[in-house]
């Protein structure tokens, strides 16, 4: 593909290379997009090559999206990881769903270009799971919502895979039951204490007081989910890994 990107495509493209750049690991080459332009001025402020190659190779496949950068109070809520394998699509795709499949997970819906896959609930699910806890950790990906998943052909016998994994519910019920609940119901026991005892006083020592369980509430749910990330992020990075070993 040689055609042009407009400028919005461009800027995406280039946040996307500037981020992969960033990672720590390799990126492997695979070529073939004619962007010589774009590259050009990439590598004029910093961005691996193989970045923008990889940025886009995921752009042409239609899979480039915005991720969700910072996420608010309580950090983000996905973990993105591409990478371009030296494997034929249909070999790519068997083994990703040999490995969400061991990760307790079914195919529930397509969205656009990628299929999604949650959690098993069923009781035989559920056995296992506890019983992983206490063993040997199999099921590495953790409690996720949902992992989005694009498998598509960059040619010459590789494929591009893409795994996002999504906690956007668990960012949720952190926010409302560790900040949200806290500030919002301490004033009114405030306001109920202080009828309840003649107190007064009682209603503004709740104020400062809803604002430090708001402050831990958030410091605590950015470290849970910062702890599910880092594990998402893990098993992404061992099974691409583990793929990529032609």
Known sequence: MTEPLDPLAADEVLRRAAEISA??????AHGGYDRRALTEAASEVGIARGAVELALAEHDAGILVHSDARGGLLGPSRVLETRVVPR??????GHVIHWL?????HRDERQGTAEVWR??????????RKVDARTA??????????????????????SLVRLEVVFDDMRRGLRTGVVVVPAAVTPVLGVAAAVLTQQPELVFISLPVAGALGAVGTV????????QRE??????CSFLDGLEEA
Do not use: H, I, M
């Open 23 to 28: 990672q720590d690991r390799p990126v492997p």
């Open 88 to 93: 034929t699509v249909p070999e790519s795709r």
């Open 101 to 105: 499949r061991s990760q307790l997970l």
């Open 119 to 128: 959690p098993r609930d069923d009781l035989g699910a559920k056995l296992r």
């Open 137 to 158: 950790r199999r099921v590495r990906l953790g409690d996720v919502d949902a992992v989005e998943v694009s498998v598509v052909d960059c040619g010459e016998g590789r």
């Open 220 to 227: 605590a749910g950015r470290k849970t989910l910062a702890d």
């Open 231 to 236: 594990r998402a992020r893990r098993a992404l």
